[in-house]
């Protein structure tokens, strides 16, 4: 008998979302059939940018602060579930990260599992707090302040406007005194 793949799919969001319902399973068997179930579910698409999809928050839900832990335990199995669950992590790890506003985001919905599993090259994103220390320092050596801070989640974003000689001047004197 064929079954869609769309009935398929559901089936498997259900048992899946409600599953969050409940504890984390233990690093095993369970959790490897989660992870491979959400695989099959996940199948030919791309990581979504919206941090309201189930799928995102299944992932982080099962995995997040535990994904090299569960990666080496499945390393030493060989099941179906085991290798499915492998191939799903797998694909998330080779998600393009963007070196770009988006990157910001795309590090808190699937870059996290990148960082977790130590993936060459990829920087731990920075918290809210770094993210404005940078942008002031950012605005600072062009001669600029922060005009207005934008927050969207996780992620910071600032307009910035010209400091005139004058804020300058009173800025660098602030600075000198309180350096005394």
Known sequence: MHVSRNKIERAIEKRLTEAMSNEK???GPELAQYLAEWGQWLGSRDGSCRSSDWHVHFLR???GGRA???KQWAEQRETE???GALAAIQKVYEF???HNLAGHLFGQLWG???VELKKP???RPLNVREQIESLEKHAKERGQRVKKWHFMGPCVTAVF???SEEDAAVRQSQEKEAKQ
């Open 68 to 70: 090299g832990e569960f």
């Open 121 to 123: 090259g990829i920087p």
């Open 96 to 98: 393009n990260w963007p």
């Open 81 to 83: 579930q085991v290798e």
């Open 161 to 163: 406007e010209e400091v």
């Open 112 to 114: 996290w599992l990148q």
């Open 25 to 27: 399973p233990p690093i």
């Open 61 to 63: 839900w099962a995995l």
